[in-house]
């Protein structure tokens, strides 16, 4: 991670206000699978040359699929967006594992609102760790419960389109964002699936079991991808759409 940090340093150089690692490993201990989630708040919106600086870098540092170095999660904002605070939030740039491709063919998404960052955002303000720069509770401003909600039913489709290939990371996605709604609490995905098994049908409680199991890297025998998807449509019907 200090590799990271000192990449994303370097390439942000005097625009550079902080890094807030937040996230898993922070909250509630890294799993095999966990990335490094990491929020760079800078001073002023990025050139498209710093874009594309930052995004060779950490295609060079992150880890793909099958690789020893842990997957990197990094969402640039601009502290100006930042204050006062408006829903949704304006991400600057993204880096994901499953953005690699459209990066690695030089694509990249250009800064656009994206209510997914709300909850990020509260993470990394309540528990997130300054890497550089202010403590988070002193950078990040506070987001009402109602933008938390606001920000997870117009994050409902997306995360349902993407379950084809990421069926364990949905239902543990859709899980969290059950116990966020239902709740007030943000938690660990697979702190959420133990929530909710409880209060889901047999054939759910399979499949949040599976996926809990299989983030813990415990390898359990797999379950039908038909079956996930049910239960992936059954958690997704207890949220606001």
């Not at 966990?34 to 060779?56: G, I, K, T, W």
Request: hydrophobic fraction near 45%.
């Amino acid at each position: 991670m200090r590799t990271a940090v000192a990449a994303i340093a370097d390439v942000l150089r005097g625009d550079l206000v902080a890094v807030i690692e937040h996230g898993s490993r922070v909250t509630s201990g890294p799993r095999p699978t966990s990335d490094v989630d990491l929020l760079v708040v800078v001073s002023r919106p990025l050139a498209e040359v710093s874009r594309r600086a930052l995004a060779a870098r950490l295609l060079d540092l992150s880890g793909a699929p099958g690789s020893s170095s842990p997957p990197l999660d990094v969402a640039v904002v601009v502290r100006s967006r930042l204050w006062p605070w408006r829903f949704p939030p304006w991400c600057e740039f993204q880096f994901g594992e499953w953005l690699r491709d459209e990066l690695v063919r030089g694509r990249m998404r250009p800064p656009a609102p994206d209510p997914d960052l709300t909850i990020g955002l509260v993470v990394a303000r309540d528990r997130g760790r300054s890497l550089v720069g202010p403590a988070p509770d002193e950078l990040l401003p506070p987001v009402p419960a109602g933008d938390v909600r606001e920000a997870i039913a117009a994050s409902v489709p997306t995360v349902l389109a993407e379950f084809a290939g990421d069926e364990r990371n949905v239902v543990l996605t859709l899980a969290r964002m059950v116990v966020t709604v239902e709740t007030g609490a943000i938690v660990a995905k697979d702190e959420a699936a133990d929530r909710v098994r409880s209060t889901v049908d047999g054939p759910t409680a399979r499949a949040l079991l599976w996926a809990r199991d299989d983030y813990r890297g415990a390898h359990p025998p797999p379950v039908p991808a038909a079956e996930l998807h049910r239960a992936a449509e059954a958690l997704a019907g207890r949220l606001p759409r």
